[in-house]
């Protein structure tokens, strides 16, 4: 692997070279090298969940372990996040049609008061002098009810569109992830364990609220 960085007309002559191998720019050329050896890594230990040079595969401490190419490892851990992906583009749906049914649900009750508010209001039009606490009363029993009923609702719409953004950033960070061209950094990635989580309570949370 060439260390040189170089400008386009000299590129050019230089990935002529069948010796020559050229890989994406990167800041840091340390991090492409083994630490101890100081060779290039070119290996994936599966064992210790780490990159290695041929030395360390050879007659280092990854001696006889199960090793992979960078290529190989890479594939694999893309392989897994894209069932991760759409396992969120799954979620993701299920929640959005479940906001739906609730926003819905929320009409109809919102309606449902309304048609009573009109209800009461003529049932009382002829007998307002009379009967004026009594409509304000049961006006006021309409209005709380809708609210009591909308209230919880709302605050599950809420929730639901919050973690609805979660799972949109979870899927841009693995589509990052996946669109990346070179495995080693895919491999080098910070831990995406958290990418895997799944809201676990959600099923719960919905049997309560509805």
């Not at 990935?15 to 050329?29: M, Q």
């Not at 006889?64 to 897994?80: D, F, I, N, P, R």
């Not at 039009?125 to 809708?146: N, P, Y």
Request: charged residues 45%; contains cysteine; negative net charge.
């Amino acid at each position: 692997m060439c260390e040189a960085s170089l400008c386009d007309n000299h590129l050019r002559v230089h990935s002529k070279s069948p010796e020559h191998v050229l890989c994406d720019p990167t800041t840091s050329l340390k991090d492409r090298k083994c630490s101890i050896h100081k060779k290039i890594l070119e290996y994936y230990c599966t064992e210790d969940s780490t990159c290695i040079c041929v030395s360390c595969r050879l007659d280092g401490e990854h001696r006889g372990h199960q090793v992979e190419t960078l290529e190989e490892a890479s594939e694999m851990k893309k392989k897994k996040l894209r069932n991760v992906l759409q396992k969120l583009m799954t979620e993701r749906e299920e929640m959005e049609k479940r906001v739906q049914s609730l926003q819905e649900r929320r009409r109809k009750v919102q309606g449902k008061a309304d048609d009573e508010t009109k209800r009461v209001t003529a049932l009382f039009r002829d007998l307002r002098r009379r009967l004026e606490d009594l409509e304000k009363r049961v006006l006021r029993d309409i209005s709380g009810w809708a609210e009591r009923v909308s209230r919880p609702m709302l605050d599950y719409i809420r929730d639901l569109e919050i973690k609805k953004e979660e799972l949109s950033r979870k899927m841009r960070d693995i589509e990052e992830l996946c669109n990346m061209t070179d495995p080693l950094t895919v491999l080098q990635e910070s831990d995406t364990g958290d990418l895997c989580d799944t809201e676990d309570g959600d099923d719960e949370d919905r049997e309560r609220h509805e």
